[in-house]
T-cell receptor, first 114, second 111 residues
Framework: ETGVTQSPTHLIKTRGQQVTLRCSSQSGHNTVSWYQQALGQGPQFIFQ???????GRGNFPPRFSGLQFPNYSSELNVNALELDDSALYLC?????????????FGSGTQLSVL | DAKTTQPTSMDCAEGRAANLPCNHS???????VYWYRQIHSQGPQYIIH???NNETNEMASLIITEDRKSSTLILPHATLRDTAVYYC????????????FGTGTRLTIIP
C-alpha cells in the first residue's frame, strides 16, 4: 500500500507566475483534499475533490483551482501568484468524501513566492 | 473562529504519560473530537477521534468529559518521536464540513 505522495517537494516562483502542484492519493482512496499551511499556523482547507468533481471549498479566491483525474490523483493550480501564497501545500486523501475520519496527508510542497 | 482552545506549548519527560488538554465548550451534539499531530517537515497524522465515550487505540487514549466541553489526549509512554504539534479539532463527521485546524499544542519530549 503506497501512501500519499506530493511533487515537487520545494518550489520557488516569482509574483504573478502560475504554479501546478501534484498529488497521488493513497491506494483505494477516491477523495483528495488540499490544505494551505502558512508558517506557524495550522493547515487551512482549500478544496476537496471526489470522483473528479469539486466537493466543497474553503475561503480561497478563484485563482486557486484544482483537478482530479480518473486514477484519483489531483493537481492544485494557483494563478497570479502573490507573496502571501508562500506556504506549505498539503494534500490529503481519504476513502470517503462524507467523513472526516482518517485523512492521510502527504509531506507537502513548500512554495516560496519571491 | 476556532472552536477549540489548547495550550500553546507543553513539555513532558520521556517515558512519562503526556496529557494534552483541549477545551471545546461550544461543541454541538453531532460534532466529534479529532486529534491529529504534525511532526516537523511532515503532513498531519491522524491519532484518534471520539464522540462521547472514551476511546483508546495503539497510539493514544482520548478522555472526553461527560458534558463534552473538554477532552484530554493521553500518550501513555511518551518517546522522543512524539515531539510534534498536536491539533484538537471539533467537527461534524459527515456532510461537507472539513477539518478546521487551529494552531495546536507544541509538545516537546525531554530526554
Amino acid at each position: 500500500e503506497t501512501g500519499v505522495t506530493q511533487s515537487p517537494t520545494h518550489l520557488i516562483k516569482t509574483r504573478g507566475q502560475q504554479v501546478t502542484l501534484r498529488c497521488s492519493s493513497q491506494s483505494g482512496h477516491n477523495t483528495v483534499s488540499w490544505y494551505q499551511q502558512a508558517l506557524g499556523q495550522g493547515p487551512q482547507f482549500i478544496f476537496q475533490y471526489y470522483r473528479e468533481e469539486e466537493n466543497g471549498r474553503g475561503n480561497f479566491p478563484p485563482r486557486f483551482s484544482g483537478l482530479q483525474f480518473p486514477n484519483y490523483s489531483s493537481e492544485l493550480n494557483v494563478n497570479a501568484l502573490e507573496l502571501d501564497d508562500s506556504a506549505l501545500y498539503l494534500c490529503a486523501s481519504s476513502q470517503d468524501r462524507a467523513t472526516n475520519e482518517k485523512l492521510f496527508f502527504g509531506s507537502g510542497t513548500q512554495l516560496s513566492v519571491l | 473562529d476556532a472552536k477549540t482552545t489548547q495550550p500553546t506549548s507543553m513539555d513532558c519527560a520521556e517515558g512519562r504519560a503526556a496529557n494534552l488538554p483541549c477545551n471545546h465548550s461550544t461543541i454541538s451534539g453531532n460534532e466529534y473530537v479529532y486529534w491529529y499531530r504534525q511532526i516537523h517537515s511532515q503532513g498531519p497524522q491522524y491519532i484518534i477521534h471520539g464522540l462521547k465515550n472514551n476511546e483508546t487505540n495503539e497510539m493514544a487514549s482520548l478522555i472526553i468529559t461527560e458534558d463534552r466541553k473538554s477532552s484530554t489526549l493521553i500518550l501513555p509512554h511518551a518517546t522522543l518521536r512524539d515531539t510534534a504539534v498536536y491539533y484538537c479539532i471539533v467537527q461534524s463527521n459527515f456532510g461537507n464540513e472539513k477539518l478546521t485546524f487551529g494552531t495546536g499544542t507544541r509538545l516537546t519530549i525531554i530526554p
